[in-house]
Every structure is written in structure tokens, then in C-alpha cells.
């Protein structure tokens, strides 16, 4: 009998040391404000600023708008443990929220290789970079991002759905997670692991070839740039998304590609706030800070507001 429907998890949360409670709850706080201002800043921007209109910032928005779902699907329950001395969740609301923490995170993967194309192109080959980037295949390279992303979480979530879970409710992690609730179930998890190896794999593996494979022609393109004055010019459109392609798969890699005998679930958690809840709030900063068009935007913006 499947009990699944019936049941109720508790959030082990992220620490259980009382005296960290509460500077761990203002810290996660002041990080999520700071994720939905600079993320909602950063649509806003480039909705309505005319210089921005391009394949790199349309692309960019919707990096954006993941990181803004993400941060909020995962980080006000991550709050409440901090607050609360049980974080009990429903089997629907644990079953929501891993189904978009999978699909936002799989979207993002993706994303960051469509905008490492986006980069190959404007670099190997800009006389067509408006042909090849034109509208209606940014608009068809966001459809696959995310339709991968739904198939991704809708198969993982329903295969968890089919489990039954009759022995312990606590979720050793602060969030819904597949391995922290595939410990918790008491029947066979045999189809939900060969499934997690073969989506996660693909899912993992894809997105991170074709980034490093993109980046290789890039570099050899730069290369044979001759003078200095292009070549750093070239380095400085593809900066940032090197930094934020690095920081997130970097967490992922770390997280999920390490030695069976050296799983910790404590940092576990650790390596998961990073890429639950710090690089939502990094990619905004790190496209701000490091892109001239979008600092020139920002400026012409406040001296506008400035002059109302």
C-alpha cells in the first residue's frame, strides 16, 4: 500500500545548533532580498533599456528569472527551520517543491550552454551572428531549455510519487531532495536510482561538453585575434559567463561526482546552499559588475531617477 498521499516530512534544516539559529536566519535573509532585488533589477533593466535588446541579455533575462524561482522555491522553507523548532512540509508541498527545484536547475544548466553558443557564435562568427541568433531561434533554443527542464522534473517527481515511505517522516536536508527522501522510502528505489543516473548523467555530462567544447573554438578564435585591444575585447563578452558557467557547475560537480565513502550529509548541505541559494544571488552581481553595457544601463538609469 502505498502511503505516500498521507504522510507529512519534517525539514531536518540546515544546522541543529541553537546558537546559530538566529545569524544563520538574518544571514539567509539578507542573501534572498538581496537575490530578488538583483534579480528583479536585472529583468527589469533589460525589458526596458533599447541597448540591451539581444540574443546575450534575452538569454540573460531568463537566466535571471530561473534564478529568482529558484532562490524563492527553496530558501523561505530553508527560513523557516531557523525560526521553528519542527519544519513539518505536506507530501505535496515536498513533492512541489522538489518538481521545481528540478526543473529550475536543469533549465539552468541548459541555459548556460545556449548562452556559451550564444557566445561561440558572436565570436567564431560575427558577419552571421544576427542571422544565426535571430529572434524566433533564441525564442526556440528557450522552448527546448525548458521543456527539457519539465520532462527532467516530471519524470523524477512521479517516479517519487509511486514510492511508499512508512518508516521515518525526517528529511536529513533543508529542502526536498531525491537522495534525502529516496533514503526515507521503504520500497524498492531501484527504478528511481537508474533513473537519477541515467537523467542526472545526461543532464550533468551534455550541458558541460558542449560548454567546454564551445569555449575551446572561442579560445582559438580569440587567439588569432592579433591585437591586444581585440583580444581583451573578445575576453570581456565571454568574462562573466565563464564565471558564472564555473561557479555552477563547479557546485554541481563537487556535490555530485565525489567517491560514495566521502559522503558527509553536512556538506552535502553546504555544497547545496551554494547552488541553491548563493549563486542565484552571484549571477546578477557578477553580470552587473563585470558587464560594461549593463553598469552603462545602470548609471543612465539612476541619473534618470535622480533627475525626476
Excluded at 28 to 56: D, E, K, Y
Excluded at 237 to 255: K, Q
Amino acid at each position: 500500500m502505498n502511503h505516500s498521499s498521507v504522510i507529512d516530512f519534517i525539514l531536518e534544516g540546515l544546522t541543529k545548533r541553537p546558537e546559530l539559529q538566529l545569524p544563520l536566519f538574518l544571514l539567509f535573509l539578507g542573501i534572498h532580498v538581496i537575490t530578488v532585488v538583483g534579480n528583479l533589477g536585472m529583468i527589469l533593466l533589460i525589458t526596458i533599456s533599447a541597448q540591451l535588446h539581444s540574443p546575450m541579455y534575452y538569454f540573460l533575462s531568463h537566466l535571471s528569472f530561473i534564478d529568482l524561482c529558484y532562490s524563492s522555491v527553496i530558501t523561505p522553507k530553508m527560513l523557516v527551520n531557523f525560526v521553528c523548532d519542527k519544519n513539518t512540509i505536506s507530501f505535496l508541498e515536498c513533492m512541489t517543491q522538489l518538481y521545481f527545484f528540478l526543473l529550475l536547475a536543469i533549465a539552468e544548466g541548459y541555459l548556460l550552454t545556449a548562452m556559451a553558443y550564444d557566445r561561440y557564435v558572436a565570436i567564431c562568427s560575427p558577419l552571421l551572428y544576427n542571422t544565426v541568433m535571430s529572434h524566433k531561434v533564441c525564442s526556440i533554443m528557450m522552448a527546448v531549455v525548458y521543456s527539457l527542464g519539465f520532462f527532467g522534473a516530471t519524470v523524477h517527481t512521479t517516479r517519487m510519487t509511486m514510492l511508499s515511505f512508512c518508516g521515518s517522516h525526517i528529511v536529513r536536508h533543508y529542502f526536498c531532495d531525491i537522495l534525502p527522501l529516496l533514503k526515507l522510502s521503504c520500497s524498492s528505489t531501484h527504478i528511481n536510482e537508474v533513473l537519477l543516473f541515467i537523467i542526472g548523467g545526461v543532464n550533468t555530462l551534455a550541458p558541460t561538453l558542449a560548454v567546454i567544447i564551445s569555449y575551446a573554438f572561442i579560445l582559438t578564435s580569440i587567439l588569432r585575434i592579433r591585437s591586444n585591444e581585440g583580444r581583451s575585447k573578445a575576453f570581456g563578452t565571454c568574462s562573466s559567463h565563464i564565471m558564472a558557467v564555473g561557479i555552477f557547475f563547479g557546485s554541481i560537480t563537487f556535490m555530485y561526482f565525489k567517491p560514495p565513502s566521502s559522503n558527509n550529509m553536512e556538506q552535502e548541505k553546504v555544497s547545496s546552499v551554494f547552488y541553491t541559494t548563493v549563486i542565484p544571488m552571484l549571477n546578477p552581481l557578477i553580470y552587473s559588475l563585470r558587464n560594461k553595457d549593463v553598469k552603462n544601463e545602470i548609471c543612465i538609469a539612476q541619473a534618470f531617477i535622480c533627475t525626476d
